[in-house]
């Protein structure tokens, strides 16, 4: 495939496959809690201006009267910026930001983003949270309830921007009302991908779990694991699996039933049978590493780069990291890694082939800006850069990889066999479903994360995490 087409797919594929928040698929327009696209901003579908290079819209400063300090709170570390293209577009914009606006006192909190996640659920719980801040789709309806984020629908309508936007991606962070409190940001891209050896595996990777089963059993043999995973943070097999597996027995018509409170019931038998098979292949199998339940996805991966195991599961950002390690070390499991989706289950009857992806952060403001607008306008000028064409325009062409932002003409000739084969796997050649944490809220998936770690321990019941989950959502949500 000629690397130049993907400049082309880019305005047409790129934001039109990827999913609102971690959340539903672009052929399925209603899947977002609320229909709530900005009156002044284009539809997803249309086609944006001409691309604007990064370097030419710096975020100069002007007309910022505020000259304090402004708090900021994030998990793109130098160190996992060295293989993420989302975090090093996050570091840079800041950087930039930082370079134009030095009249104010930028203060960052930054943290791995298992630590993140705690540490801003604990602030939140005070009334403590900072100016700028990361906001999981979770957390959006009981964070806006509690009156703990700005309302920034208007904002986003005025964004310089706001033209060029993917609206389909504002859905995480949309309240039943109608009201957008966050900014997506970070890129998108798919949370589930099965990252093999061809040289073990073949070119194919199974298309179903028997077919995975049978050759794992030679791969065991030969003294290899056949795939790492790691679900020591617990919510890794909610969003690098379950949702994923689930949505091949559920359909995604049942998650945004569930979503807008429809009837949907994580007791209902699909998903039940769903939670069966997650046990059945982490429990009655030995396709993964023994440790999976205690290690991390950063601990699994190595497992994969040192040759340890024929494959893992991971998201977009473990496919960033493994890339960059191993073109670094000039393995030659790099020219030999194939990207697939995870495998069918022989009960599963919805959809086939399916990943799922998209944006589960976005930039959101501490309600208290409100009491100084000097300081807001700031905040909303960070959050501009964070999310904007700035940050769009790098991630493209440095990573291949799709912001808020719809981009064109980006220059992809200087993009390897392995940047174009993710490409196409997260924004061309599969269709997309919901993951489930997020929408909903944390209340609820702390339970089911917690339970489900039990479950692949072998100690409680599908039914049991199902009857749990239904009660903690019956009483949060």
Not at 171 to 179: I, Q, R, V, Y
Not at 419 to 439: E, H, K, L, M, R
Request: glycine share 8%.
């Amino acid at each position: 495939m000629k690397k130049k087409a993907l400049g082309i797919l880019l305005t047409a594929a790129m934001m039109a496959t990827m999913v609102a928040g971690c959340g539903g698929g672009s052929d399925t327009p209603a899947t977002t809690p609320a229909d709530t696209t900005p009156a002044e901003s284009t539809p997803a579908e249309s086609t944006p201006a001409e691309s604007t290079p990064a370097e030419t819209t710096p975020a100069d400063g002007e007309g910022l009267a505020y000259t304090g300090t402004l708090t900021l709170m994030h998990y793109s570390t130098s160190e996992e910026s060295q293989g993420n293209g989302s975090s090093d577009g996050i570091r840079t914009m800041i950087a930039e930001w930082k370079e134009a606006n030095s009249g104010v006192t930028l203060e960052e909190n930054v943290m791995s983003n298992d630590d993140y996640k705690t540490q801003i659920a604990t602030l939140a719980a005070a009334d403590d949270l900072p100016d700028v801040f990361m906001l999981q789709g979770m957390n959006t309806a009981a964070w806006a309830d509690q009156g703990l984020i700005m309302d920034l629908t208007d904002v986003i309508a005025n964004s310089p921007d706001s033209a060029n936007y993917d609206t389909n991606l504002f859905g995480p962070f949309t309240t039943a009302d109608g009201k957008i409190y966050a900014l997506p940001t970070v890129s998108g891209g798919t949370c589930t991908v099965v990252m093999y050896d061809k040289r073990v595996w073949g070119d194919e990777f199974p298309s179903t779990w028997a077919d995975v089963e049978a050759k794992a059993a030679d791969i065991a043999a030969a003294g290899q694991t056949p795939i790492a995973f790691g679900n020591g943070g617990q919510w890794n097999a909610n969003s690098d699996f379950l949702s994923c597996l689930g949505d091949r027995y559920t359909g995604e018509d049942w998650f945004w039933s569930l979503v807008n409170k429809e009837g949907a019931a994580f007791t209902d038998a699909e998903f039940v049978a769903a939670l069966a098979e997650m046990q059945r292949l982490f429990v009655d199998t030995d396709l993964f590493n023994a440790d999976f339940n205690s290690v991390t996805n950063e601990d699994a991966r190595e497992y994969y780069i040192s040759g340890d195991a024929a494959a893992f599961i991971g998201g977009n950002w473990d496919v960033s990291y493994v890339g960059a390690t191993l073109k670094e070390a000039g393995d030659e499991l790099y020219e030999n890694t194939g990207f697939a989706v995870l495998p069918q289950s022989a009960d599963a009857t919805h959809q086939r082939n399916s990943q799922n992806g998209g944006f589960g952060y976005g930039v959101a403001l501490n309600a208290k800006l409100a009491d100084d607008p000097d300081k807001l306008a700031a905040a909303i000028d960070l959050a501009y850069k964070l999310s904007g064409a700035d940050f769009a325009n790098y991630v493209a062409s440095n990573y291949a990889l799709g912001g808020l932002v719809k981009v064109s003409d980006v220059d992809f000739s200087a993009f390897d066999a392995w940047d174009v084969d993710f490409y196409n796997f997260s924004y061309v050649d599969n269709p997309t479903c919901p993951i489930y944490d997020s929408f909903i809220n944390s209340a609820v998936w702390n339970v089911l994360n917690a339970d489900m770690q039990a479950m692949l321990n072998g100690s409680m019941t599908p039914e049991d995490v199902a009857a749990n989950a239904q009660a903690a959502y019956e009483s949060n949500y």
